[in-house]
T-cell receptor, first 117, second 115 residues
Framework: AQTVTQSQPEMSVQEAETVTLSCTYD???????LFWYKQPPSRQMILVIR??????QNATENRFSVNFQKAAKSFSLKISDSQLGDTAMYFC??????????????FGQGTILTVHP | GAVVSQHPSWVICKSGTSVKIECRSLDFQATTMFWYRQFPKQSLMLMAT?????????EQGVEKDKFLINHASLTLSTLTVTSAHPEDSSFYIC???????????FGPGTRLTVT
């Protein structure tokens, strides 16, 4: 079974600064996806960024980028130029690509990020 | 983009009664949908996989007779919490995959309060 660990229950950052959220995972699979989701106070899950395990290049989406270390099973999220609207709970998630688990997401515990003005 | 809706957004029911939550894919078809449960400020835990035309697949530890799932059509899955108790109070979220499984579209969630 896969596990996802987020060791930072809460983080805070000043507006316009950079913050990094940590995530580690454990799997014996070779083909999988990793995700970061944002859950604002509305509780709607929003995809922030996705990384395919077979791709060595780190994914980037505007102010969001990841540091994917496959051997270390680490998948951190860096938010640059933090904005007040980034305040939310962030979840790291794992998706296996084979077998009966296809499409299922395993989530980490979440990190509550607060951006201060 | 694809949209998934849930109804109701918030429901309050009395202990011992049953409550049904609907999950609809509005502009695409979904042969599979997933149901998650989330306690306040905690993670999402997968409860079951809803399969159109066949029985749902439940995760270990989830009571099948308590959480009844029916995938009635290619756009609708329902979760019925039977004989609800206060400990069933939670936030329930459904998701449906798009063309590729890595494209997961989440509903806005349903808050269930059992009194």
């Amino acid at each position: 079974a896969q596990t996802v660990t987020q060791s930072q229950p809460e983080m805070s950052v000043q507006e316009a600064e950079t913050v990094t959220l940590s995530c580690t995972y454990d799997t014996s699979e070779n083909n999988y996806y990793l995700f970061w989701y944002k859950q604002p106070p509305s509780r709607q899950m929003i995809l922030v960024i996705r990384q395919e395990a077979y791709k060595q290049q780190n994914a980037t989406e505007n102010r969001f980028s990841v540091n994917f270390q496959k051997a270390a099973k680490s998948f951190s999220l860096k938010i640059s130029d933090s904005q007040l609207g980034d305040t939310a709970m962030y979840f790291c998630a794992f998706m296996k690509l084979s077998g009966t688990s296809y499409g299922k997401l395993t989530f980490g515990q979440g990190t509550i990020l607060t951006v201060h003005p | 983009g694809a949209v998934v809706s849930q109804h109701p957004s918030w429901v309050i029911c009395k202990s011992g009664t049953s409550v049904k939550i609907e999950c609809r894919s509005l502009d695409f078809q979904a042969t599979t949908m997933f149901w998650y449960r989330q306690f306040p400020k905690q993670s999402l835990m997968l409860m079951a996989t809803s399969n159109e035309g066949s029985k749902a697949t439940y995760e270990q530890g989830v009571e099948k007779d308590k959480f009844l799932i029916n995938h009635a059509s290619l756009t609708l899955s329902t979760l019925t919490v039977t004989s609800a108790h206060p400990e069933d109070s939670s936030f329930y979220i459904c998701s449906a995959p798009g063309t590729s499984a890595y494209e997961q579209y989440f509903g806005p969630g349903t808050r269930l309060t059992v009194t």
